[in-house]
Structure formats: structure tokens, C-alpha cells
């Protein structure tokens, strides 16, 4: 089991920043890839950005310019660095990862959310 756990959420103004982090620990043998989510009330989970081990990145376009997204392939940690932030940023964001144990078996993972609140 990979466990990951989120932190860095919180109420920000409109303008202002946030920086989540996530970090996953367990019988991990290499991670692929590690992602951020968000799902905002009565809507679906999303895509925010994505970060390979190799250090490629993808973004949504509602957030390009604006968010990076980072890792730490030493200690399994991805960042997500918020600037600009607006009200519709507003959301529960999650941690996803995909990877492999020890054993050789993949694993993909999901953390336990943290709350993100734009006020404006």
C-alpha cells in the first residue's frame, strides 16, 4: 500500500499563493508519475498537472502561467505551487501517483485531499 499525504491547503485572497505538497511513502520501488486533481463542488475531478520521474510536465490550460508543478524523486514528494490565484481555483485538490513496489506489482494512488479556498 502507498500512502500519500497532503498538506499545504488553506483560505487565500484572490492574487495570492499556496504551495501543496505530497508525499508518499511505502514499499515503493519507483514512482512514474505524480499528479495533482481538483474537483470542485457538484463538478467532476480534473486534471491540474502532471509531473513524470523524468521531470516532464503537463498542464491544464486553466492553469498554465499561473501553477508549477515540481517532485523530489529523493524523498517521493511532489510540489504544487498556486500563484494568481482566482475564486474558481476553488477545490478539494488530490494527490495521484503511479508507480511500482518492490514486488514489481504497479500501484496507482490517490491522497486524502486538501481543501484549497479563493476568496474574492
Known amino acids: 500500500q502507498v500512502r500519500l499525504v497532503e498538506s499545504g491547503g488553506g483560505l487565500v485572497q484572490a492574487g495570492g499563493s499556496l504551495r501543496l505538497s505530497c508525499a508518499a511513502s511505502?514499499?515503493?520501488?519507483?514512482?512514474?508519475?505524480m499528479a495533482w486533481y481538483r474537483q470542485a463542488p457538484g463538478k467532476q475531478r480534473e486534471l491540474v498537472a502532471v509531473?513524470?520521474?523524468?521531470?516532464?510536465?503537463n498542464y491544464a490550460d486553466f492553469v498554465k502561467g499561473r501553477f508549477t508543478i515540481s517532485r523530489d524523486n529523493a524523498k517521493n514528494t511532489v510540489y504544487l505551487q498556486m500563484n494568481s490565484l482566482k475564486p474558481e481555483d476553488t477545490a478539494v485538490y488530490y494527490c495521484?501517483?503511479?508507480?511500482?513496489?518492490?514486488?514489481?506489482?504497479?500501484?496507482?494512488?490517490w491522497g486524502q485531499g486538501t481543501q484549497v479556498t479563493v476568496s474574492s
Open positions: 509531473v513524470t520521474s523524468g521531470g516532464s510536465t
Open positions: 511505502g514499499s515503493i520501488l519507483s514512482i512514474n508519475e
Open positions: 495521484n501517483s503511479r508507480g511500482f513496489y518492490h514486488s514489481g506489482n504497479a500501484f496507482g494512488s
